[in-house]
Nanobody, 126 residues
Framework: QVQLAESGGGLVQPGESLRVSCTAS????????TAWFRQVPGKEREFVAA????????HYADSVKGRFIISRDGAKKTVHLQMNSLKPEDSAVYYC???????????????????WGQGTQVTVSS
């Protein structure tokens, strides 16, 4: 069993930066992956970024590539999502997700992740 606790989020102005973090407790497998998804009311939850714990490869949605950076701290079982040059369209509830044995072809897929956090609100507005 894995529990995920998100932190960060809040209200920022366009062009500013924000970091959200996700800390896992419980047993995690070496071949696992942690991802961030986001959702706005009335829309599907969409993939944002993911990182594999074994090897550290990172993956991004085209909409955030070059602006967001996902990283991991193995000792603290924490994954950070550094969000730069934020735009109003980045506003959403951001969810952390974790899965064991996530294969590369499924890393952007919601169904690959079994454990989910409760979400944290990010609002970008002037």
């Amino acid at each position: 069993q894995v529990q995920l606790a998100e932190s960060g989020g809040g209200l920022v102005q366009p062009g500013e930066s924000l970091r959200v973090s996700c800390t896992a407790s419980g047993r995690t497998a070496s071949n696992s992956a942690t991802a961030w998804f986001r959702q706005v009311p009335g829309k599907e939850r969409e993939f944002v970024a993911a990182i594999r714990w074994n090897g550290g490869s990172t993956h991004y949605a085209d909409s955030v590539k070059g602006r967001f950076i996902i990283s991991r701290d193995g000792a603290k079982k924490t994954v950070h999502l550094q969000m730069n040059s934020l735009k109003p369209e980045d506003s959403a509830v951001y969810y952390c997700a974790h899965g064991n044995g996530v294969i590369l072809s499924s890393i952007r897929t919601k169904s690959a992740y079994y454990y989910w956090g409760q979400g944290t609100q990010v609002t970008v507005s002037s």
